[in-house]
């Protein structure tokens, strides 16, 4: 059995990854999260070489627009399952418009084919949010792409990972001194907001990182942060040679990526 993922984008324009799990004879394809508009998520598909026939579903971390904004359409068009919590549900509306809506909770793993899926309860400023942890039975992804803040009961559960996507949403001194209103900077800033490239490095200080082989840098700020300032704070940890550390695009994403060790 092989895991692997891709990006298809990360930001506030715009989040899905594709995650697959293949034993060479058979695989299954999931997509997690989708922000964009059905033609632009179709086109984004084909860049990655991923047929829209080889998707079983969609997992929903929370409703806003970024992340969630195109899921009911396509998989109306597509007849996919959508997966999400109760107020994710509700707070997307996906629970007038789908009828193959499946309703999760944070902590209760489902599987779905050979798949094994975790919700992880998040500070989020939204409706019940989760993200996920996926494994094949021998290897786990964690995407983490929206986190208030580096919280203990998140990184108790995706502690000896193989592969970690986290969220380096702004630079703080950026944000600060920044266009946005107030409002909002205090809103990003916030226990509930979004991580800073410091707590991201917080946060993979605190997990046990004894399996980890590589980080996606994900859910960058286009006003307020850089690829090279994620890329330079990962590489201010220390990581051991092995761990590769690379950064998703909003435009271009990241291509597909295997989890665990060549």
């Known amino acids: 059995m092989t895991l692997r993922f891709c990006c298809l984008g990360s930001g506030s324009g715009g989040n899905a990854f594709v995650v697959e799990a293949s034993d060479g004879r058979s695989s299954i394809r999931v997509l997690i999260d989708d922000g964009f508009s059905p033609r632009e998520l ?15 579903a ?9 992340h969630a904004g195109g899921v009911a359409a396509f998989a109306t068009r597509r007849q996919l399952s959508v997966y999400a919590t109760g107020g994710t549900a509700t707070a997307a509306g ?6 193959r809506l499946h309703t999760i909770r944070a902590g209760i793993e489902l599987q779905i084919g050979p798949l094994q899926v975790l919700p992880i309860g998040v500070p989020h400023d ?31 559960r995706v502690s ?20 946005y209103p107030p409002s909002l900077k205090a809103r990003i800033e916030s226990d509930v907001g979004h991580l800073s490239n410091a ?19 994900a859910h960058l700020s286009l006003t307020n942060n850089r690829p090279q300032l994620a890329r330079a704070a990962l590489g201010g940890l220390g990581m051991p040679v092995h761990v590769q550390c690379d950064v ?15």
């Open 94 to 99: 996906f629970d007038r418009r789908l009828r």
């Open 126 to 156: 939204a409706s019940e949010p989760v993200q996920f942890m996926v494994s094949d039975g021998e290897r786990r992804l964690a995407i983490l792409t929206d986190l208030g803040h580096p919280a203990q009961t998140v990184i108790t």
């Open 42 to 56: 179709q086109r984004r598909l084909a860049r990655a070489g991923v047929d829209l026939v080889s998707l079983g």
């Open 58 to 66: 969609i997992l929903v971390t929370h409703e806003h627009g970024d």
């Open 248 to 262: 998703a695009d909003q435009a271009l994403g990241l291509d597909w990526q295997a989890v665990g060790p060549p």
């Open 160 to 179: 000896s990972l193989d592969t970690l996507v986290l969220e380096f949403n702004h630079d703080l001194d950026m944000l600060r001194q920044g266009p």
């Open 199 to 217: 707590q991201s490095i917080q946060f993979l200080e605190s997990i046990d990182r004894s399996r980890l082989t590589r980080v996606v840098a």
